[in-house]
């Protein structure tokens, strides 16, 4: 009787091994295809996060860099012997802003012995003659990031050395510039260049560093040897300028020749009524930048603008920069160019073909 009773218990047990073969259900297949659109996703917020930071104030240097290329460019085209000095100020500065640029500072034609600072006058009668060495310096910005650059032009003979001094020193700064690098050394080099065409550097002038809405910050890279060296950083920019002078290497402040000047950010009570139009349309129109007489004199009028800016310098609401020459009869030659400092690379914001 026992016989039957182990047949049915091994007949039991065949329908439990079926229900095994359910176990490769849908359900795992699920979960595995629904990870794939969270993965993607955290891809694509880590990408947008990253662009920004890295390529914002350079983006913009390079953009002010294109419009003084451009306006570089047409300036040569118009520095020509019985050129007026003020058609091209209004030239170069007209097409600054035809391109989408500010005005970093006032377009400079220094001739001859003049190193810096002339800006032409509203009612300016002063032409490019033959025999003149001209120096134009030029500056853009884009939301306060600074373009600077200049160049010198021959209209005479004997100049070609003068030129390359200042050329050829420009070249050598930018070969050395990195980060970490001390600006003493670039200014040994340039010294050295300078002197070997026979000229001398210019003590009071040089490169400088540039910040947002600063023109001169707090770093100058000097012409010459026996400075106190300041290491360079990454990320910045800056404007290396040289010059080479036939003559004694050290400025005369022209005081009485000052067209060109910069707002002191604290004011004080005024009483002159054309002071304080001036000082509004300075803090609307030009801010930190510095600016000069004549585009004032387009809100006021030449003799309004003329006494107003008396008056604010007198009372030390703007900085004066008056007209830097070296001795009569002696040349100067200027070169500039803005460099921006990464961290394995130097890009050169003002020069064509980079």
């Known amino acids: 009787t026992k016989k039957p009773t182990t047949k049915k218990s091994t007949t039991v047990k065949k329908p439990t091994t079926k229900k095994t073969t359910k176990k490769p259900t849908t359900v795992k297949k699920k979960t595995t295809t629904t990870k794939k659109p969270i993965t993607t996703k955290k891809v694509v917020k880590k990408v947008v996060k990253k662009t920004p930071e890295v390529e914002g104030p350079l983006e913009f240097y390079l953009k002010a860099g294109e419009i003084a290329i451009a306006v570089k460019k047409l300036l ?8 007026s000095v003020l058609e091209i100020c209004e030239a170069g500065e007209a097409k600054i802003k035809a391109l989408g640029g500010n005005w970093a500072f006032p377009l400079n034609i220094s001739i001859n012995n003049v190193a810096a600072h002339y800006s032409a006058q509203p009612d ?6 033959k025999g003149d060495i001209v120096k134009v310096d030029c500056g853009v910005h884009i939301d306060g990031y600074i ?3 200049a160049f010198t032009v021959s209209f005479g003979t004997g100049h070609k050395d003068l030129i390359k001094a200042s050329e050829e020193a420009t070249r050598a700064a930018i070969d050395l510039i990195r980060p970490g690098i001390s600006t003493d050394r670039i200014g040994n080099e340039i010294e050295d260049i300078i002197r070997s065409y026979g000229f001398r550097p210019i003590r009071e002038l040089g490169g400088h560093q540039l910040d947002q809405n600063l ?27 040289t010059f080479a002078t036939s003559g004694t290497g050290r400025l005369l402040r022209t005081e009485t020749k000052c067209y060109i000047f910069q707002l002191n950010p604290i004011p004080i009570p005024l009483r002159l009524d054309s002071a304080k139009r001036a000082r509004k349309v300075i803090l609307s129109n030009y801010s930190n930048f510095p600016f000069t ?3 004032i004199a387009k ?14 310098a007198d009372k030390a609401q703007i900085k004066r920069y008056p007209v830097l020459s070296d001795v009569k009869d002696s040349l100067v030659s200027q070169s500039e160019h ?17």
């Open 215 to 241: 023109l001169h910050g707090p770093i100058m890279i000097p012409n010459v040897k026996g400075t106190k060296g300041i290491k360079l950083e990454e990320n910045q920019a800056y404007a290396l300028e």
């Open 147 to 149: 373009a600077d650059t």
């Open 124 to 129: 300016d009668d002063l032409v490019i003659r």
């Open 76 to 83: 040569r085209s118009k520095v020509k012997v019985g050129a």
């Open 293 to 295: 007489t004549r585009w």
């Open 299 to 312: 809100e006021l009028s030449t003799p309004t603008a003329k006494i107003a800016l008396r008056y604010l």
């Open 338 to 354: 803005t460099v921006f400092l990464t961290g394995n690379s130097r890009i050169i914001t003002t020069k064509a073909n980079q």
